[in-house]
């Protein structure tokens, strides 16, 4: 907490930019250092805290925006409706979940499918929105995952996918399960037709979208420090009644044990993806990739 | 016997205790009883009957974990021939939560692939609980990947109540484990057949669970999360695994109305472990015709068809 806010009396103390997406207002609270940022100046620099290199969760949207050329993205046509195929029902109603959801966020799911350039290249995107259920998957997302990878399997064009995300959908059952095996299977004919496929690992990727779609890019990328795993480290810890190890599934710990390709600051994300796709695409790129400046 | 009754079998428990004590006093006594304990076994079958004819999606998960259920290697015994049993994923161990190998089915040459429990505590231990660690995974696929070699068609069978949540799982990649999988098997150029036998629980089952034909033993489950672990996380209480079970729809007929599985293969009157016998000569009787009828496709039909099935779930 900083100085002026333990001068206040707790009542008018605030919850600024707790835990969920980046907060509105002028001024924004880094929630892992705690330094008060100027809004403009953090959208400058893709909701990256430019005090502590902290990457801040971004909705889907933000998300291809900070991403794509311009910020311009073509949303693909016929987004698949939610249903409440079980009829589920905890303390609230599914349906009532997903409405909710669906007004909160202005997305009929957890995943955004659109098409944009990168720097000039032709690419397929496809973000998983953490503010809508957790991210998580169920088979309105296992299908318009399909459908993004449908359309990069007929472009030819390149197929990337930013998840962020609890893992299977609990409330659409054994549906959420088979999304697994969907998901993947699209995937085995992308990757038959040799159109790449970049897995950009976001905060957090776990359960049964780790354990899919997530795990099977032909090349992996994360942004730092990252929660990534299959089983939440709670879980684990309840398992095996230990203490689990400083950095367990953050991004740094994949990578030191293989499971990844690299750690990339969200903002050099574009170029780096961009230089990887050519090499990969056997493409020249007519542009200059601006020196590594950013990190400080 | 004992067939270590469950908490709703309590009423068949009394009687068969009571037929029991009848023989034994019929055994050492003069006074005829046969009479008696035929009565009383006919009630004890019809009482079976009526408890079974409605069991709760709680109920069918206790069935799904009875301690005597048969086990993979109990039906690789009791439906094959000539089993060799492959070891190891050739990097890091040979995890002993999935069991493989080679043997015959009515003569034909199979790929055998499982998820195995233990029964006793030491057996448990080494099985650890049935599940499995990501090298387990790396060996169902290494299997398989030999099975599509040699065209040998693939049976799976799962039981599992998920892969296991541990460090050294999460440090050997867990996750890309299953999905190399899911990846693979929905390409491979073999028929598969995959038999829920008992847990089917999460994206620990579905590692082995992708097929041609997906078939459930009556009283088994296929969930996307154990009832304890929705529960715990909707409920904020693992004690509402039971309404957590009913509300995910988690039994045979409930996913077979759905269209996520194929078929369900019925269980002796009180379930698998009552008569395995006979369960294995049911089981055997529907994967012998699955597997003519997949075996009359072309591999690319097959494979489209993989596709297409799966592309429809959910859809």
Known sequence: MSWFKKLLPSKIRTQAGAKKGVPEGVWTQCPQCQAVLYRAELERHYCVCPKCTHHMRLSASARVRYFLDDGRYEELPNPPEPQDRLKFKDSKKYKERLSAAQKQTAEKDALLACKGHLHGIPVCVSAFNFEFLGGSMGAAVGERFVQCVNASLETGSPFICFSASGGARMQEGLFSLMQMAKTSASLTRLAKARIPFISILTDPTMGGVSASLAMLGDVIIAEPNALIGFTGPRVIAQTVREILPEGFQRSEFLRDHGAIDMIIDRREMRDKVASLLAKLTRKELDYCIMPESNNE | ?315
């Open chain 2, 1 to 315: 016997m004992n067939l270590n009754f469950l908490d709703f079998e309590q009423p068949i428990a009394e009687l068969e205790a009571k037929i029991e004590e009848l023989q034994r006093v019929g055994k050492d006594g003069k006074i005829n009883i046969n009479e008696e304990v035929m009565r009383l076994k006919g009630k004890s079958q019809s009482l079976t009957k009526s408890i079974f004819s409605s069991l709760t999606p709680w109920q069918v998960t206790q069935m799904a974990r009875h301690p005597l259920r048969p086990y993979t290697n109990d039906y690789i015994h009791l439906l094959f021939t000539e089993f060799d049993e492959l070891h190891g994923d050739r990097h890091y161990k040979d995890d002993l939560a999935i069991v493989g190998g080679i043997a015959r089915l009515d003569g034909k040459p199979v790929m055998i692939i499982g998820q195995q429990k233990g029964r006793t505590t030491k057996e448990k231990v080494r099985r650890n609980f049935g599940m499995p660690h990501p090298e387990g995974y790396r060996k169902a696929l290494r299997l398989a990947k030999l099975a599509e070699r040699f065209k040998l068609p693939i049976l799976t069978f799962i039981d599992t109540p998920g892969a296991y949540p541990g460090i050294g799982a999460e440090e050997r990649n867990q996750s890309e484990a299953i999905a190399r999988n899911l990846f693979e098997m929905a390409d491979l150029r073999v028929p598969i057949i995959c038999t829920v036998i008992g847990e089917g629980c999460s994206g620990g089952a579905l590692g082995i669970g992708v097929g041609d034909a997906v078939l459930m033993l009556q009283y088994s489950y296929y969930s996307v999360i154990s009832p304890e672990g929705c529960a715990s996380i909707l409920w904020k209480s693992a004690d509402k695994a039971s309404v957590a079970a009913e509300a995910m729809c988690i039994t045979a007929d409930k996913l077979k109305q759905f269209g996520l599985i194929d078929n369900i293969i019925e269980e002796p009157v009180g379930g698998a472990h009552r008569d395995p016998k006979v369960m294995g000569e049911r089981l055997k009787a529907v994967l012998v015709k699955e597997l003519v009828n997949l075996e009359a496709m072309s591999i690319d039909q097959l494979l489209e068809r993989r596709y297409e099935r799966l592309m429809a779930l959910g859809r």
